[in-house]
């Protein structure tokens, strides 16, 4: 089993809601979102590592988007 973590500590109530309407269980690998302490702690878990390389790049296709769609702003 692998496992992960991503901690963000900017903008983590909009990414919180962006992640929180992304498919969770991935089949081999999952994630799971929590805040604690003004940050959005993503952990990220794969039977192996082309699941945790899945798992990693959903949240990063995420991450992508929100950027970008900020800089339209």
Known sequence: ???SSLIIDKDIDE??????IEDKDLGRSSFSINKKNDQLIIEMKAED????K???NTIAKVLLVWE???SIK
């Not at 590592?49 to 945790?52: G, I, Q, R, S, V």
């Open 54 to 56: 899945t798992v990693m």
């Open 1 to 3: 089993m692998y496992t």
């Open 49 to 52: 590592a082309t699941a945790l």
């Open 15 to 20: 990414l919180e809601k962006l992640l929180s």
């Open 68 to 70: 970008k769609s900020k």
